[in-house]
């Protein structure tokens, strides 16, 4: 009964001694997440696994676990390295202490997760061109206003024309002070 879980599981399981070193038995999805043959993963360690194997807290997990989970980085027979996530839980068969280890490949999720920033990114940078496009185009309406009223001959008046052509000044300098403060 237990056997058919195991081997029609979709999630990679093997099954490690208590030093969790050995290899003892994987069933076919950790076969295919691996890319090993049965015969050629009952010769590995789980440190032939392990994309780092020298890594500092490789050594804790799975030795001591009791439903304990981590996300470390494994490689698959072809050397290609993928991230996964573990599971690991100690149990007893004909009294010998063994270790079954859960495997996820979070190559997908991680895909995911990174899709869901990159339109976030979008979005926030959509909103920041629109939000720059309104501040600059309200100095420059203003300005190509101003310019109109001199050019048309409308302000006669020197008093005007002074005005007017302040105003131009103080709004070509706030599209100065925001191009500035953009970069």
């Known amino acids: 009964k237990y056997r058919h879980l195991f081997t029609h599981a979709s999630d990679a399981i093997i099954v490690v001694d208590a030093d969790g070193e050995t290899v003892l038995d994987a069933n076919k999805a950790a ?6 043959t049965d015969a050629d993963f009952l010769k590995l360690t789980s440190k032939d ?7 500092a807290n490789c050594d804790q997990a799975p030795k001591d676990a009791c439903m304990d989970t981590s996300t ?3 490689k698959k027979a072809d050397g290609s390295v ?7 839980v100690g149990f007893l068969l004909n009294g010998k202490k063994l270790i079954m280890v859960l495997t996820r490949d979070l190559t997908e999720r991680r895909k995911a997760a990174e899709a869901e920033l990159l339109k976030e990114r979008e979005a926030m940078q959509r909103k920041l061109v629109s939000t720059v ?12 206003a101003s310019a109109e009223t001199l050019i048309q001959g409308t302000s ?3 008093k005007t024309r002074a005005r007017v052509l302040k105003i131009i000044d103080k709004q070509a300098n706030r599209l100065t002070g ?3 403060h953009l970069l």
């Not at 496009?133 to 190509?144: F, G, M, N, R, W």
């Open 31 to 36: 076969l295919e997440l691996y890319g090993y």
């Open 49 to 55: 696994l392990d994309a780092k194997p020298d890594c």
């Open 72 to 74: 470390r980085f494994q």
């Open 82 to 88: 993928f991230p996964a996530e573990f599971t690991c």
């Open 133 to 144: 496009s309104h501040e600059l185009c309200t100095p420059i309406a203003v300005i190509k």
């Open 156 to 158: 006669e008046n020197t």
């Open 178 to 180: 925001l191009v500035k």
